[in-house]
T-cell receptor, first 115, second 110 residues
Framework: GAGVSQSPRYKVAKRGQDVALRCDPISGHVSLFWYQQALGQGPEFLTY????????KSGLPSDRFFAERPEGSVSTLKIQRTQQEDSAVYLC?????????????FGQGTRLTVV | QKEVEQDPGPLSVPEGAIVSLNCTYSNSAFQYFMWYRQYSRKGPELLMY????GNKEDGRFTAQVDKSSKYISLFIRDSQPSDSATYLC??????????FGKGMKLTVNP
């Protein structure tokens, strides 16, 4: 596709439920980032992949959060035993490589509401 | 204290006004400075990108970086209703993750 695609666009989960959020980066993009954006806040870094390697997961808020990119393309962010504080927009971004002048393109995000 | 501080507003201006948006930061290691625009229920899109100190102009938009003061600005000339959005400053060290400000919600009234 032409841009970064995320699905679902909206997800309502009951507290304690597991969820999986999908990101389809731009074809050929090596780098992939996940960010969390709470209401009225700027995006906060969660994790970063270069191809299939997860190089930085320092932003994952707890061990309930897990991300993978097994074939270096599509990525999935999984949240286990969701809590109300997990309610946020989850943004995925991809860039061509890890070069210093490489622009990151964002998807539209998945809005997760935990009830 | 957050690494990047941005007044969240909101800011409301009449059409045609000059808009000034600002961020301050505490980490002197930041080298790359960006401004993103985010429309409601959309992902951020890159508006301006600057390396180190200086000015950069692109049409009605001018980005300024003052590393000595740890202060960056975005100016929008002849603002239009279509400029109504949330403006996020972001910065990074080298090729690392982006660190964002809170975002300033701007409304340009016709």
């Amino acid at each position: 596709g032409a841009g970064v695609s995320q699905s679902p666009r909206y997800k309502v989960a009951k507290r304690g439920q597991d969820v999986a959020l999908r990101c389809d980066p731009i074809s050929g993009h090596v780098s992939l980032f996940w960010y969390q954006q709470a209401l009225g806040q700027g995006p906060e870094f969660l994790t970063y992949f270069q191809n299939e390697a997860q190089l930085d997961k320092s932003g994952l808020p707890s061990d309930r959060f897990f991300a993978e990119r097994p074939e270096g393309s599509v990525s999935t962010l999984k949240i286990q035993r969701t809590q109300q504080e997990d309610s946020a927009v989850y943004l995925c971004a991809s860039s061509l490589d890890r070069g210093l002048n490489t622009e990151a393109f964002f998807g539209q995000g998945t809005r997760l509401t935990v009830v | 204290q957050k690494e990047v501080e941005q007044d969240p507003g909101p800011l409301s201006v009449p059409e045609g006004a000059i808009v000034s948006l600002n961020c301050t930061y505490s980490n002197s290691a930041f080298q790359y400075f960006m401004w993103y625009r985010q429309y409601s229920r959309k992902g951020p899109e890159l508006l301006m990108y600057t390396y180190s100190s200086g000015n950069k102009e692109d049409g009605r938009f001018t980005a300024q970086v003052d590393k000595s003061s740890k202060y960056i600005s975005l100016f929008i000339r002849d603002s239009q209703p279509s400029d109504s959005a949330t403006y996020l400053c972001a910065m990074r060290r080298g090729s690392e993750k982006l660190v964002f400000g809170k975002g300033m919600k701007l409304t340009v009234n016709p």
